[in-house]
C-alpha cells in the first residue's frame, strides 16, 4: 500500500488534511516547503460537511501545500492560469497569509469552492498581504524591490 492510500475514501476521494500529513513525513532540506500536485478530487471537512472539496490546501503557517486540478479541468483554456493561481494561494498560507477580504483581485481571497473567485484573481498580491508577507518573511528593502516586479 502507498502511503498515500490512507488519505482515500470509501468515495474514491482524497483527504487533502492526510495528503498534507503524509508530505510533511517526506524528507528534505531545512527550509523547504513541499508543493503536492494531483489530479484526484480532494477534500477538507468544512464544519458540519466531512468532505468538502476543495482545489488546494496549505498549512498557515507550514512547510506543505496540495494542490488538485481535478476541479479545474473543465475550464479548458483557464486551466493552467487557474493551478497556477491555486499554487500561489497555497504557498502564501504556507508563507503564513491567511484569508483576504481586502480586495477581490488578490490571491489570497477565499475560493469558497466556487470557481467565481478564480476568474476575478490576479497573480497578485494587495497591498495589505504584500506587507504582511514582507513583514514576516523579513525581506530587506533592497530584495522587496525583485518580489514586486513581476
Ligand atoms: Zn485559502
Ligand atoms: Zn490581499
Redesign the pocket.
Known amino acids: 500500500m502507498r502511503i498515500y492510500d490512507t488519505a482515500r475514501a470509501a468515495s474514491g476521494r482524497y483527504s487533502a488534511d492526510i495528503l498534507l500529513h503524509c508530505l510533511s513525513s517526506l524528507r528534505r532540506a531545512q527550509g523547504h516547503k513541499i508543493l503536492g500536485l494531483t489530479t484526484c478530487d480532494i477534500f477538507t471537512r468544512k464544519n458540519d460537511i466531512s468532505q468538502w472539496g476543495i482545489f488546494g490546501l496549505g498549512r498557515c503557517p507550514g512547510d506543505q501545500c496540495i494542490v488538485s486540478d481535478f476541479r479545474l479541468r473543465k475550464f479548458k483554456g483557464k486551466m493552467q492560469e487557474f493551478v497556477t493561481n491555486v499554487v500561489l494561494h497555497e504557498i502564501g498560507h504556507n508563507c503564513g497569509l491567511p484569508h ?1 477580504s ?2 477581490d483581485k ?4 477565499d475560493a469558497k469552492g466556487t470557481i467565481a473567485t478564480l476568474y476575478h484573481e490576479q497573480k497578485w ?2 497591498p ?2 504584500r506587507q504582511r508577507l514582507v513583514a514576516m518573511l523579513r525581506i530587506p528593502g533592497d530584495m522587496q524591490l525583485a518580489l514586486y516586479e513581476k
Open positions: 483576504c481586502h480586495d488578490c490571491l489570497m481571497n498580491l494587495c495589505h498581504c
